[in-house]
């Protein structure tokens, strides 16, 4: 929604809400310990140097600015490359460095640009106390200089300062602590939306394993339970029917080589995340064929009603839903007959119900491994509920209830 009204010109820039360009790599603890400022101190001297000249040509009632001047301005200036190490000790230093220029009588310029800088710098990475101390130690020193002690310091003759000026100082002061406390406010807000990406980004990335770990399961646990069923058939019959065996085999073959186009679909997505898959995702149009492969595992399926026009997430849900019933009947369930009955007729919900006659084979007899889950998963995903147990009668009935309109709240995830 925020990135949309960028776009369409409303509300505040892109980085205002999540931070200029080079915010992340600035952020970063490492670099920003590593990796000294040096252009921007460069700069911020140069422009000390270079200004201090120019406003001295102005004041021809202070002093000179002699070696010691330029020593000072070099110091104020140079301390800046340690201020995202050591920020409180730059602040200080800076603010040291203008109250002996102050105080030596020196030309007013843009030595105060340093101790801004730093003090910013300090009041953003959280150090607040300290860099107002420093501001607030400048300008008492400014006032000690221009109304006490301005007759023992240079330059000689130099007349008390109007108390105007301290006005303009203290303005100067509160706009450096308001502009600092601005964006150090921005600064945190900036990590925390950061932070809040970073685990959307974690959750999505979950998320679509999850999804390519349930695709893969159905996938998989459907074709290899028709190949081993298969593979009994041709090994029972290689000797005494060599055509049905070599029937057996065929299926298997088919089987495999479908299996392995899935899986390359799958797997695809994550060699290219983003792009359209190459085909397109199974739906419930698929149903006879998924009939057909249970008929070659020997189960026969009767089909009742007709799907209704789905969306492709939910489609895809109630295909695999039923191919994994199928499966968990060719798997634990000692009947070969098995019932999909469709339902839409409340224009609302899609109902699956997937029936067999039993009896349960074996200790997981009902597919209670990760098939059930994964069923659960993409129902709950859509809005909808899967219900599954043992029958009175010892049969086993998986009933889907799905959304065939998909929620706010799932539309507001995707």
């Known amino acids: 929604m925020d990135e949309q009204q960028a776009r369409r010109g409303g509300g505040p820039p892109m ?4 931070g200029p360009p080079w915010w992340n790599r600035w952020e970063d603890g490492e670099e920003r310990v ?23 040509r102005g004041q021809h009632d ?14 104020a200036g140079g301390l800046l490359l340690w201020r995202k190490r050591h920020p409180v000790a730059v602040a200080f230093g800076t603010t040291a460095a203008a109250m002996v220029y102050l105080g030596a009588g020196y030309p007013y310029g843009p030595v105060f640009l340093t101790v801004a800088v ?20 400048l300008w008492v020193a400014h006032v000690l200089v221009g109304h006490w002690l301005y007759e023992w310091l240079p330059p000689s003759g130099d007349p008390a300062a109007p108390w105007g000026q301290e006005g303009v100082i203290a303005a ?5 602590v308001a ?22 980004a974690r959750r999505r990335a979950g998320e679509e394993r999850l999804r390519i770990a349930r695709e893969l399961h159905d996938v998989l646990a459907h074709s290899i339970s028709v190949i081993n069923v298969q593979a009994g058939v041709g090994l029972a019959l290689l000797d005494t029917d060599p055509e049905q065996a070599r029937s057996a085999l065929t299926t298997i073959r088919a089987k495999s080589k479908e299996a392995l186009g899935e899986v390359r679909q799958v797997l695809d997505t994550l060699r290219t995340p983003g792009d359209a898959p190459r085909a397109p995702a199974p739906g419930l149009d698929r149903l006879p064929e998924l009939v057909r492969q249970a008929a070659s595992a020997g189960l026969t399926v009767d089909v009742e009603g007709e799907p209704p026009r789905l969306a492709p997430g939910t489609d895809l849900a109630a295909f695999r839903i039923v191919q994994e019933a199928l499966t968990n009947v060719v798997r634990h369930s000692g009947s070969r007959h098995a019932r999909v009955h469709l339902d839409h007729g409340d224009g609302a919900t899609l109902r699956l119900l997937i029936d067999d006659d039993g009896p349960a084979t074996g200790a997981d007899a009902g597919g209670s491994g990760n098939g059930l889950a994964g069923m659960r998963e993409r129902a709950a995903a859509l809005g909808g509920t899967i219900e599954a147990g043992a029958r009175d009668d010892g049969g086993f009935r998986v009933l889907a209830v799905l959304p065939l309109k998909a929620s706010a709240e799932t539309k507001e995830d995707r």
């Open 62 to 75: 202070r002093e000179d600015l002699d070696p010691l001047a330029r020593v000072l301005l070099l110091v």
């Open 118 to 137: 730093a003090c910013f710098n300090a009041i953003v990475m959280g150090h607040r106390k300290a860099a107002w101390t420093a501001v607030g130690a």
């Open 179 to 200: 502009v600092s406390e601005l964006a150090r406010t921005r600064r945190e807000q900036w990590v925390k939306e950061r932070a809040e990406r970073a685990q959307a």
């Open 15 to 18: 980085w205002w809400r999540h």
């Open 172 to 176: 100067w002061v509160a706009a450096i």
């Open 34 to 56: 590593q990796r000294r400022p040096w252009r921007s101190t460069l700069l911020i001297t140069f422009f000390v140097m270079a200004g201090s000249n120019y406003a001295a």
